[in-house]
């Protein structure tokens, strides 16, 4: 099992940064890669970024450019940096992981808010 917690979330302004971060625990050696998936009110979860072990990064068209994942292997840790943030990239984000084998978990974490007011 892979816990993962989120933290970093508040309010910025259109055009400003966030960084968020996510820790992982548990069984991590069985995870390969780690990523950020996002839930605006009344829409669907949707993916938006993802950083493979195995190296390179994945993200949606809505980010690309502006957001940035990365990782700490010694911690082992995911963040992403937002930057030229918009109103529309107000949501909560969950971290996830990529467990071997298995794909992207199917439990997720209490997320963490991001509020862009313009």
């Known amino acids: 099992q892979v816990q993962l917690i989120e933290s970093g979330g508040g309010l910025a302004q259109a055009g400003g940064s966030l960084r968020l971060s996510c820790a992982a625990s548990?069984?991590?050696?069985?995870?390969?890669?780690m990523g950020w998936f996002r839930q605006a009110p009344g829409k669907e979860r949707e993916f938006v970024a993802a950083?493979?072990?195995?190296?390179?990064?994945e993200y949606s068209d809505s980010v690309k450019g502006r957001f940035s994942i990365s990782r700490d292997k010694t911690n082992p840790t995911v963040y992403l940096q937002m930057n030229s943030l918009k109103p529309e990239d107000t949501a909560v984000y969950y971290c996830?992981?990529?467990?071997?084998?298995?794909?992207?978990?199917?439990?997720w974490g209490q997320g963490t808010q991001v509020t862009v007011s313009s």
């Open positions: 548990g069984r991590t050696s069985y995870t390969d890669a």
């Open positions: 996830n992981a990529v467990v071997r084998g298995r794909g992207w978990m199917n439990t």
């Open positions: 950083k493979r072990w195995s190296g390179g990064s």
